[in-house]
């Protein structure tokens, strides 16, 4: 066979691959690079995990921006429907200071729309996420 073929060309038929195994996890680092100190590369699954795991971390961040700016986004567009709010309710507005309202008693009642608003959207926000993580 194999070693026939070698032997009528006078070489010799040396290992070309290696396992190793380590009885302790936390040593693996070290094993691999007093391996690769001699000379020796890794595997190729070993190589493309490695790559896997960087492609991951850039995806992860890519998504982190941009949840951070449909945060910003949101919370823009929550003010922008607390203004319409007041400027639409001003008559409600006087009535209220008519009945003996504090500027902080509608300052409250807005920001607890706010509240209610930002927790709403919210809550619907994480529904939609998690029946959609079914479907991806």
Same mark, same amino acid.
């Given at each position: =066979?194999?070693?026939?073929?070698?032997?009528?060309?006078?070489? $010799?038929?040396?290992?070309?691959?290696?396992?190793?195994?380590?009885?302790?996890?936390?040593?693996? #680092?070290?094993? $691999?690079? #007093?391996?690769?100190?001699?000379?020796?590369?890794?595997?190729?699954?070993?190589?493309?995990?490695?790559?896997?795991? $960087?492609?991951?971390?850039?995806?992860?961040?890519?998504?982190?921006?941009?949840?951070?700016?449909?945060?910003?986004?949101?919370?823009?567009?929550?003010?922008?429907?607390?203004?319409?709010?007041?400027?639409?309710?001003?008559?409600?507005? =006087?009535?209220? $200071?008519?009945?003996?309202?504090?500027?902080?008693?509608?300052?409250?009642?807005?920001?607890?729309?706010?509240?209610?608003?930002?927790?709403?959207?919210?809550?619907?926000?994480?529904?939609?996420?998690?029946?959609?993580?079914?479907?991806?």
């Amino acid at each position: =066979g194999l070693q026939d073929l070698y032997k009528t060309n006078q070489e $010799k038929l040396l290992p070309n691959v290696v396992y190793l195994h380590t009885a302790n996890k936390d040593n693996t #680092k070290m094993i $691999k690079d #007093k391996v690769k100190d001699l000379g020796y590369t890794g595997s190729m699954q070993e190589q493309m995990t490695e790559m896997f795991t $960087k492609m991951l971390n850039i995806i992860t961040w890519v998504l982190t921006a941009i949840a951070a700016v449909s945060l910003v986004v949101s919370a823009i567009m929550i003010l922008v429907v607390l203004n319409i709010s007041v400027v639409e309710r001003t008559k409600e507005i =006087g009535v209220l $200071k008519a009945l003996g309202a504090r500027r902080k008693d509608i300052r409250r009642i807005f920001a607890s729309e706010a509240f209610l608003i930002g927790i709403t959207s919210g809550a619907i926000g994480v529904v939609v996420t998690y029946v959609l993580g079914f479907f991806i």
